[in-house]
């Protein structure tokens, strides 16, 4: 059996810790392992920038719509 370590957090599981990030804060021991994954991981990070790229474009969207 694998050792489990507190912080550690699969790529499936950031990834869903990145999206619950947009609605709602994330509690301190969540954002640690999110930092963390971030700093070991390749694909993650990307994926966050492609999250903010889609919520800048959402929000211009939104903006252009209230015009
Ligand atoms: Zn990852």
Redesign the pocket.
Same mark, same amino acid.
Request: net charge neutral.
């Given at each position: 059996m694998k050792p489990v370590y507190p912080l550690r957090r699969t +790529?499936k599981e950031?990834s869903a810790l990145l999206i619950a990030r947009e609605d709602r804060a994330l509690p301190l021991v969540e954002r640690m392992a999110l930092r963390l994954?971030m700093a070991m +991981?390749q694909?993650?990070p990307k994926f966050e920038r492609q999250l903010l790229t889609m919520r800048n474009a959402m929000g211009r969207w939104r903006h252009y719509s209230e015009d």
């Open positions: +790529c950031v994954h +991981c694909a993650c």
